[in-house]
């Protein structure tokens, strides 16, 4: 089934885009878990994030079985589960956020059964009054568009979907077919938090994407440092960074798992230096 | 939810993987490219009638089939009811049903090219099978298997050990079946281009439920030609119990066009399914959803998070079910009921007793509902349990509740 919705309005993700372009970088896209460790905290992280350099924020929806993620993103959503979040409550936290900030674009990322339990129909609905701009969620691939990817596009929700370098020339065509926003390129076969991507395979990998696309592409998995986002930003139009923010933020945490008072400052510290990294990289 | 009767109830899933509205192929991108290898090798590998003899043959000399169709003649004097028969897939090669599966499986792999196969565990049995199949054929084997089910399913990780494959307790989530399935496909992950994915039910992404049932349904093919060979007519009821739900569909889905054939598939009611998170009855219990691959019912709460469940059982300790039951709920074809860990106890107890035989916690949750279903029938009434597994992994589990016998 190929139906194709209307052309979508654009998105705070559109504008952000076309405005790093004139200013010749890339985006920094910073990964945080909604509710991780506790509601309060994540919310006065969320709201921290854009003055600390975050271009763009993914803002995950804990799940209790996340199988494309790696421990460190695990435990952050069992810690945010534990505190009591929801997918009411990490709606309501965007728009709290939304209060303060109009301009930086987010995207909720996770998996589809709590979305499905909220009912798309009502969660799109929901999240776009909230000031969500896009989607990401792991475990709904092209064939399965139906059940999320066109309701999102056509109550005006980006639809990003990842690439991996599984994903063939012959394949490529229908994993873009529906995505908009960014095209987010998965550096290595594995889970979050894995190993450091091959550099010059990132290089090569945007360029055959660039081949199929006009949508910015990000790229993530792997990315710990300022260096390593440098070297992924000198190619790619954005740098996604997740396991190493949740790793930071972990390390504040108290023997229960609960925040301290260095917490969101840790983390805040880390998207400063991540983003000048990113500041930092000649665009080939 | 009734929906409309097919003329057929045999013909699922459809390209896409779906039987009516569950199934389908819910995984990340990386996956799919697997997945649809899967796909197409499986296709090609069952019109193949070289595929088919090496597995016959597997099945003769390795496995022990065909497994015999015997009368449980003081079974059935003690219900006084229906006359009881026992498909007995505990003795087979491994001591369940789960090599049916498994040698499919493993010879796709090797037909595919894929030299390391991983697998996820929860009662052991599927591991042990998996590793004695990768044994056979020299694969590495690597068996995920929550940390809980390491400790109360011992006997099985010693026996995966001593076959050569690689335990390794999953220490996420909680601890189980599930968490060893994450485990399995973060691993898959992974190692996209070594590695063969072995699963032991009826359930994850398309083509798995279908693939798992075709290799599962020797049990029903079997059953039908040696009922017919003694009896002469069809049985009248078909009993299994349901995990994930491989050995049940086995059984069942040879039959399933056969209107005169009754159908109970029996979940796990653990503490009784009024105790919240304290069954694993994920189609009386449960909702759907979409875990692991495909949409089915699922034990979970009102925010769409997974609840772990619970059974005496570790191979019925699954929050979730495949989606061809999930189908045959709905469609009304099969009759999905429960059992409690203590009447599958009593039930354990007395098919010790009674027939010489030391079911598995897992079958005896299936025989506690025979035992309430055959009195109330008359007694040419033809009824098929499937045993689908030995007790010899449970003894101690058993004797730790019942204070060591």
Redesign the interface.
């Known amino acids: 089934m190929t139906s194709h919705p209307a052309p979508l309005p654009r998105t705070r993700i559109d504008d952000i885009f076309a405005r790093l372009k004139t200013e010749g970088r890339a985006a920094l896209v910073t990964f945080v878990e909604a509710g991780d460790p506790d509601e309060a905290t994540s919310q006065a992280l969320l709201d921290a994030l854009p003055a600390a350099g975050a271009d763009i924020i993914e803002f995950g929806m804990?799940?209790?079985?996340?199988?494309?993620d790696?421990?460190v993103i695990?435990a952050a959503g069992?810690r945010a589960?534990h505190a009591g979040q929801?997918?009411?409550r990490t709606l309501a936290m965007v728009k709290a956020f939304r209060s303060t900030n109009d301009a930086t674009p987010l995207v909720l990322m996770g998996?589809?059964?709590?979305?499905?339990?909220?009912g798309v129909e009502a969660f799109v609905r929901d999240a776009r009054a909230a000031g969500v701009d896009g989607l990401i969620v792991?475990?709904?691939?092209p064939?399965?568009d139906d059940e999320l990817c066109l309701p999102a596009m056509a109550a005006g929700l980006n639809f990003i979907?990842?690439?991996?370098?599984?994903?063939?020339a012959a394949?490529l065509p229908k994993?873009l077919q529906n995505t908009s926003g960014f095209v987010y390129y998965?550096s290595i076969?594995?889970?979050t938090g894995?190993a450091e991507p091959d550099y010059s395979q990132v290089e090569h990998a945007v360029a055959r994407l660039r081949a199929h696309t006009d949508l910015p592409i990000c790229v993530g998995f792997g990315v710990r440092n300022a260096a390593a986002a440098r070297a992924i930003a000198t190619h790619a139009d954005g740098v996604v960074v997740g396991t190493a923010l949740i790793s930071a933020l972990a390390g504040t945490l108290d023997q229960q798992g609960h925040a301290t008072g260095t917490t969101r400052g840790k983390v805040v510290d880390l998207v400063q230096a991540l983003s000048q990294g990113v500041h930092a990289a000649q665009r080939g | 939810m009734q929906h409309n009767r097919p003329n057929s109830f045999r013909t699922g899933p459809d390209e896409?993987g779906h039987f009516g509205n569950f199934g389908?192929?819910?995984?990340?991108?990386?996956?799919?490219?697997?997945v649809l290898e899967l796909e197409a090798a499986y296709g090609a590998a069952r019109n193949d009638p070289a595929f088919k003899a090496e597995l016959q043959d597997l099945h003769k000399h390795y496995v022990g089939r065909p497994s015999p169709l015997y009368f449980a003649e003081r079974m059935t004097e003690h219900c006084g009811g229906a006359k009881i028969f026992f498909k007995r897939d505990e003795l087979n090669h491994t001591g369940a049903h789960k090599i049916n599966n498994v040698l499919g499986q493993i010879l796709l792999a090797r037909r595919m090219g894929k030299k390391r196969i991983i697998a996820e565990t929860g009662a052991g049995q599927h591991g042990v099978a998996t590793a004695t199949a990768c044994a056979r054929f020299g694969l590495e084997c690597i068996v995920y298997m929550g940390a809980v089910d390491v400790e109360r399913q011992k006997p099985n990780v010693f026996r995966m050990n001593m076959l050569g494959a690689r335990v390794v307790p999953v220490q996420?989530?909680s601890r189980t079946l599930?968490?060893a399935m994450?485990e399995a496909?973060?691993d898959w992950?992974?190692?996209?281009?070594t590695t063969f994915y072995c699963i032991g039910t009826a359930a994850g992404p398309h083509p798995y439920p279908a693939m798992v049932r075709d290799f599962q349904s020797i049990i029903g093919e079997e059953t039908k030609v040696q009922m017919l060979e003694r009896e002469g007519r069809l049985p009248d009821s078909l009993v299994a119990c349901i995990g994930g739900g491989s050995n049940a569909i086995g059984l069942f889905h040879p039959f399933l066009d056969d209107a005169s054939v009754k159908m109970y598939g029996v979940e796990a009611a653990g503490h009784g399914l009024d105790v919240h998170n304290g069954h694993a009855a994920s189609l009386v219990g449960g909702r759907?959803?979409?875990?692991?691959?495909n949409?089915t019912y699922?034990l979970?709460d009102?925010?769409?998070?997974?609840v772990e469940g619970h059974s005496i059982s570790a191979g019925l300790d699954y929050p979730g079910i495949g989606p061809e039951h999930a189908w045959l709920r709905d469609v009304g074809r099969v009759n999905y009921v429960s059992a409690t860990d203590k009447e599958a106890l009593a039930a354990f107890q007395l098919c010790c007793r009674l027939e010489g035989i030391i079911p598995a916690l897992e079958p005896s949750h299936a025989l506690a509902r025979v035992l309430d279903l055959a009195p109330t029938l008359p007694k040419d009434h033809l009824m098929v349990m499937n045993m689908c597994g030995r007790g010899d992994k449970d003894i101690f589990t058993v004797a730790d509740i019942l204070g060591g016998m």
Do not use: C, W
């Open positions: 804990p799940f209790t079985d996340p199988m494309a790696g421990p695990q069992l589960l929801t997918l009411r998996y589809f059964n709590p979305i499905y339990v909220y792991v475990d709904l691939p064939e399965e979907r990842l690439a991996t370098p599984t994903t063939d394949r994993v998965v076969n594995g889970i894995a | 896409r389908g192929r819910f995984v990340a991108e990386t996956l799919m490219p697997l996420s989530g599930k968490d994450n496909l973060r992950v992974t190692n996209v281009e759907p959803g979409v875990l692991h691959g949409r699922l979970m009102d925010d769409g998070q997974i």
